[in-house]
């Protein structure tokens, strides 16, 4: 059974930094795509990074660009969000997410979710 279990979010100053943790189980990482994705109230989801182990292949959005980093530990079917320079905005619940095969950062594309980790950025 295709697990996704998300951890390390929590409440950070503006400019602090946070590490997310996605833990996968039930398949292995190389064949799907691996996204983090985050939903603010009242906002439509938002693709975050999403990686491809087996294309080494990386994807950030807009927002992310530059302040956020991806990575994956396959040893240990981990997936990572490196956060820094956080800000008010950044504030989300962040889902991490799986699709099979080729995929872009389109959450419709993602079949399997995590239950998402809550990161509020405030002082």
């Known amino acids: 059974q295709l697990q996704l279990v998300e951890s390390g979010g929590g409440l950070v100053q503006p400019g602090g930094s946070l590490r997310l943790s996605c833990a996968a189980s039930?398949?292995?990482?190389?064949?799907?795509?691996i996204g983090w994705f985050r939903q603010a109230p009242g906002k439509e989801r938002e693709g975050v990074s999403c990686?491809?182990?087996?294309?080494?292949?990386?994807y950030y959005g807009s927002s992310a660009k530059g302040r956020f980093t991806i990575s994956t530990d396959n040893a240990q079917n981990m997936v990572y969000l490196q956060m820094n320079s956080l800000k008010p905005e950044d504030t989300a619940v962040y889902y991490c997410?799986?699709?099979?095969?080729?995929?872009?950062?389109?959450?419709?594309?993602?079949?399997?979710w995590g239950q998402g980790t809550q990161v509020t950025v405030s002082s």
């Open positions: 997410a799986a699709a099979w095969g080729l995929a872009t950062c389109d959450a419709d594309e993602y079949a399997y």
């Open positions: 039930g398949f292995t990482l190389d064949d799907y795509v």
């Open positions: 990686i491809s182990v087996s294309a080494g292949a990386t």
